[in-house]
Structure formats: C-alpha cells, structure tokens
C-alpha cells in the first residue's frame, strides 16, 4: 500500500465504510462472516475508545482514524486537519453499540498492558466468537444457556466474571458522551 496523503486514502478507517462493511457482514446468512463483523466493529469500537480516552486532547471523537498502526489514532492527512465531533462517527459508534454492545468487552487491565490490547483488539486473526445468525446471538455459557437475543434491543451493559479477571462491556459513561457530543456539535452549527 502506498501512503498517498489523500483525504480518503490509507491510512485512515472512516467510520461509514466500517460500518458499511461490517453491516454487509453481518446480514450475510454466513456464520463465518456474521463473526468477523463482529470481530470488526470490536476492533473499531474499542480503537475509537482507545483514541478518545488517551489522545491529546483526550474525550474527542474524530472523523476518521489512523489504522495503520499498533496505537491507533486520529486520522491524517487531506486537504484540511482532522475534525473533532464528527457525526458520521458518533452515528457509528451508537449503531455498533446498539448492535454488538452487548458482546463487547474489554479487560480492566487493558491500559496497562499493551499486550493484551494487541492481542485482544489490534490482533489480525479474530478471537473465537459466540455464533450468530440472522441478526440474533445465541449467547455463550459465560449467560444462560439457550437464551437467544435480539441484539438490537438488547441492554449495552453486562457485568461478568473470567479466570483472566474482572471483565466488563464498554462502559455506559462512554456511550453517553457520544450522545452528548453529538447533541452539543449539533446545537454548535445550528
């Protein structure tokens, strides 16, 4: 891949291709593919997340995202600086949210360890997933047995327990701030 510095070029992950594609993904009647669009919107939701809790200035949502690497980080390059509070982005997110939010997880240990952050969220092979299907999930034995979910309507937060520590989903505190960010950008350009 060349690196052209072209505003829609590698090494920028826009939001709506992601989310195009892992859609695609998802409704396909194939089980393979049903998981690696969730082994993909994991992977761009907790880059985003990793971006908004450590980058400088750190709560920002930005409009498209470096992928390249093993940090991600805000997008660059194009034919102007990387905007803040995009909506596309926060639309994104909310929808990925929405969908996978309860499947989504991350170890408390994360921030610590970037090991574990390359293998569990950068990692180019995906994690053994629960199986899906026609938008539902069977859910895993880490919940009850049998129990099937729409994923749409499902709660965002779950609380658990692993040998690896205390896991927990994405945090609701996050999800409000993309709502709040986009509410407050919205009120900002009207």
């Not at 390359?118 to 990692?123: D, G, L, R, T």
């Not at 927990?168 to 509410?183: G, H, K, R, V």
């Amino acid at each position: 891949m060349i690196n052209s510095h072209q505003q829609w070029d590698y090494p920028n992950g826009w939001p709506p291709l992601n989310h195009m594609i892992i859609e695609g993904l998802r409704r396909s009647d194939n089980k393979l593919m049903q998981k690696k669009a969730f082994w993909l919107a994991t992977k761009w939701v907790l880059s985003n997340y990793r971006v908004y809790r450590n980058d400088s200035p750190k709560g920002k949502m930005w409009e498209k995202y470096e992928v390249n690497k093993f940090k991600p980080n805000k997008g660059v390059g194009g034919e102007y600086q990387v905007q803040a509070g995009f909506g596309w982005t926060n639309g994104v997110i909310l929808d990925l949210l929405t969908t996978f939010g309860d499947r989504i997880e991350f170890k408390n240990d994360l921030e610590m360890n970037p090991n574990a952050v390359a293998k569990e969220v950068i990692s180019n092979e995906p994690p053994n997933l629960p199986d899906v299907g026609g938008g539902n999930l069977q859910q895993n034995n880490t919940l009850q047995q049998n129990q099937t979910i729409d994923t749409r309507e499902t709660s965002l937060l779950k609380q658990g327990s692993s040998s690896n520590g205390s896991r927990m989903t994405l945090s609701l505190a996050f999800l409000c701030l993309c709502t709040l960010i986009s509410i407050l950008v919205h009120s900002y350009t009207l």
